[in-house]
C-alpha cells in the first residue's frame, strides 16, 4: 500500500503543488541552507520527518532532531538510512528529549547555536480538549514550553530563524487546539517573550495532510489492518495536502516567507476540497473492496467477517456534531488579510498583535495551573483566560467528543 498512491485519493493531484516555488527559490533555500546548522523539534512525526527529508536535499552541516516519541525517531533513522546517504557525510543526530524539560536546556547550553530552528512539537488533536487535564497539557505543550524554548535560544543567542508549525484552525478558531495554535502564534511573533530579539519568526497554516500520523485517513489504514470499521463523518469536505508538500511548504516558510508572517496554500474550494465519504469509498476500491455504509456501530462491527467473505467492507457515517468540530476550512481570519510573498502557490499572512502584556499574562495563568495542583481551574476558567487574548475564538461545544466515536 503505497502512501503516494494514496494521497492522490485525498488530493486529487498527482504533481506537486508546491514543486514550482521550490524551483524558483532552489538558490535562496540553498543559501540558507547549506554548510548550516539546523534544530529541528518535533522531527520525529510525519510533517517533520517530511520537512527533514526536503532539508536534506540541500546539504546542511549539522542537523540535529529532538522528539520524546523514540519509536519515531528510531523509525526516522531507519528510514533515512534505508533511502539515501545525505546524512552519511554530516552533524545528524537525534535525542529523546521533552523540548521544554531541563534536560533541553543543558542540551542548548552546550552546543553552538544554531543558525535555524524549526519547531513541529505540539498536541495537535481536537479530541484532545475532552477535559480539563489535556487542555493543560495542551497549552503547556504548544505554549508554555514553547516560550521557555524561545528564552533559552535568546540566551545562547546568534540563532537567524526561528519557524513553528501552525493549522488552518488557528484561523477564526471553535475548539481549543486550534485556540492554542493561534496562541502560538502571539507567542513567536509578539515581542512579549523575547523582548529586543533579532531572530526571523515564520510559521505558516494549513490543510490536511493525507494519511499522516494520527490522521482520518491514516485509521483507515490500521483499521484495516485490524479487520475493524471504516468510519467518517458524512458530508464533510477538507483540504488536503501530500506528506511531501508539507515538508516543502514547511521549508518554504521557514527559509523563504518574509519576516513575521505566516504562509498559507492557494487552493480553490471548488476544485481542492475533497469529501471524506469519497474519499473513504476510493480507499476501500483501491484495496479491492466495495463499501457497504453503515449508520450504526454494532452491526458496522459485527458484520466485518460476512461483509469482507463477500467482497464488501464497512464503513460508518456519522454526523459531523462533535465538540470543536467547523463545518468548512479557511485560512485567513477575519481580522486579516492575505498578501503576495512572490510565490505561485503561497500566499502570506502578516502577523497582526493585539494589546501588549497580554501573553505575558496569560502564560503567567496558566504556568500557575500547572504548577500549583492546588489552584482550582475548570474547563470554562481556561477558555475564558483564552478568549481574553483570542477574541474570535467561539468555541463549538456539543457534549459530544471524538472519543466517543469509532
Known amino acids: 500500500m503505497l502512501i503516494n498512491d494514496l494521497s492522490v485519493m485525498a488530493t486529487g493531484r498527482r504533481s506537486n503543488l508546491f514543486g514550482e516555488d521550490i524551483r524558483n527559490h532552489k538558490a535562496e533555500i540553498e543559501d540558507k541552507v547549506c554548510g548550516k546548522s539546523i534544530l529541528v523539534i518535533g522531527g520525529a512525526g510525519s510533517i517533520g520527518s517530511a520537512t527533514i527529508g526536503a532539508l536534506l536535499s540541500y546539504r546542511p552541516h549539522k542537523l540535529h532532531v529532538i522528539d520524546q516519541n523514540e519509536n519515531n525517531l528510531a523509525e526516522l533513522v531507519r528510514d533515512l538510512r534505508s533511502s539515501s546517504d545525505k546524512i552519511n557525510n554530516i552533524d545528524f543526530r537525534t535525542l529523546p528529549i521533552d523540548y521544554g524539560s531541563g534536560v533541553m536546556h543543558r542540551f542548548l547550553l552546550e552546543q553552538e547555536p544554531y543558525n535555524h530552528v524549526l519547531n513541529f512539537a505540539a498536541i495537535k488533536h481536537v479530541r484532545s480538549e475532552k477535559d480539563t487535564y489535556s487542555i493543560l497539557q495542551m497549552l503547556d505543550t504548544n505554549i508554555i514550553k514553547l516560550a521557555r524554548l524561545l528564552c533559552w535560544l535568546q540566551e545562547k543567542g546568534s540563532t537567524e530563524s526561528f519557524f513553528s508549525v501552525s493549522t488552518d484552525k488557528a484561523a477564526n478558531p471553535v475548539n481549543l487546539m486550534g485556540a492554542s495554535k493561534r496562541l502560538m502564534e502571539h507567542v513567536i511573533f509578539s515581542d512579549e517573550v523575547t523582548p529586543n530579539s533579532r531572530v526571523k519568526m515564520t510559521s505558516a497554516r494549513f490543510a490536511n495532510v493525507a494519511f499522516s500520523d494520527g490522521s482520518l485517513l491514516y485509521s483507515f489504514i490500521k483499521r484495516m489492518d485490524k479487520r475493524q470499521p471504516l468510519a467518517c463523518p458524512r458530508g464533510t469536505k477538507r483540504f488536503f495536502i501530500s506528506l511531501s508538500e508539507a515538508g516543502q511548504l514547511c521549508l518554504l516558510a521557514a527559509?523563504?516567507?518574509?519576516?513575521?508572517?505566516?504562509?498559507?496554500?492557494r487552493l480553490d474550494p471548488e476544485?481542492?476540497?475533497?469529501?471524506?465519504?469519497?474519499?473513504?469509498?476510493?480507499?476501500?476500491?483501491?484495496n479491492g473492496f466495495k463499501p457497504r455504509i453503515y449508520a450504526d456501530g454494532?452491526?458496522?462491527r459485527a458484520s466485518v467477517e460476512s461483509d469482507i467473505a463477500s467482497g464488501f467492507y464497512p464503513l460508518l457515517l456519522t454526523e459531523l456534531d462533535t465538540s470543536g468540530e467547523k463545518p468548512y476550512e479557511e485560512f485567513v481570519g477575519d481580522n486579516e488579510n492575505s498578501?503576495?510573498?512572490?510565490?505561485?502557490?503561497?500566499?502570506?499572512?502578516?502577523y497582526q498583535p493585539y494589546t501588549k502584556g497580554i501573553i505575558t499574562e496569560f502564560l503567567s495563568i496558566i504556568e500557575k495551573y500547572i504548577s500549583n495542583p492546588q489552584a482550582k481551574v475548570?474547563?470554562?476558567?481556561?477558555?475564558?483566560?483564552?478568549?481574553?487574548?483570542v477574541p474570535e475564538f467561539k468555541h463549538i461545544k456539543s457534549g459530544m467528543s471524538l472519543d466517543d466515536r469509532m
Open 339 to 350: 498578501v503576495e510573498i512572490g510565490m505561485l502557490k503561497l500566499s502570506g499572512i502578516i
Open 298 to 300: 454494532d452491526r458496522a
Open 378 to 389: 475548570s474547563q470554562e476558567d481556561v477558555i475564558a483566560n483564552i478568549s481574553d487574548v
Open 255 to 265: 527559509m523563504c516567507a518574509p519576516e513575521d508572517h505566516l504562509l498559507i496554500p
Open 271 to 286: 476544485h481542492d476540497l475533497h469529501d471524506l465519504e469519497e474519499i473513504a469509498i476510493a480507499f476501500l476500491r483501491y
